[in-house]
């Protein structure tokens, strides 16, 4: 924005710097020149106010691209908000019929978001030790072999096809 007020600022300084070269009957060759960086800067003037209207109008559209992106994530959210609690409160049931303590329960929801054992060990302010051996525990109580088949028991209905 800057340099196209510039090249404004230039052209009409050429502008009048013409006019007054003229009255003053300099030579023509000088006119010339002056009448020569008028048509640059001007042309540099056009050009820089192409691309801050090419500019302007991608940032038009990646807006608007952002709201539909916004308002598609908000409609999925809202539409799969009871989905997400009925599975929860199904995950929560299981996790009471294998037994799990509340400390458990935890370190599972994470393990089942993906979080690592340092993560979630830096999440609960614990040892990354404690949280393998609670996982440990989950996997036991669970009767699965490690976080993947954790996380298969409840994702492997919830993902499968209709007819599978």
Do not use: C
């Not at 409609?75 to 996790?95: E, G, M, P, V, Y």
């Not at 400390?103 to 993560?119: C, H, Q, R």
């Amino acid at each position: 924005m800057l340099s196209l007020v510039l090249y404004l600022v230039f052209s009409i300084s050429f502008v009048v710097d013409i006019f007054f070269d003229l009255n003053e009957k300099v030579a023509f060759e000088h006119v010339l020149h002056e009448f020569l960086l008028l048509t640059l800067s001007l042309s540099a003037a056009i050009y820089q106010t192409i691309l801050l209207s090419r500019q302007k109008k991608k940032i038009v559209e990646v807006q608007e691209q952002l709201v539909e992106t916004t308002n598609s994530y908000l409609s999925w959210k809202a539409k799969s908000r009871h989905s997400a609690q009925q599975i929860r409160q199904a995950i929560d049931l299981q996790f009471d019929e294998w037994g799990l303590s509340p400390s458990e329960k935890d370190v599972a929801l994470f393990l089942i978001k993906g979080l690592s054992m340092k993560e979630i060990a830096h999440i609960r302010e614990t040892q990354d030790k404690t949280v393998r051996q609670q996982a440990t525990q989950i996997y036991k109580k669970a009767d699965v072999s490690g976080r993947q088949e954790l996380s298969a028991f409840f994702l492997e209905d919830i993902v499968a096809t209709p007819d599978s």
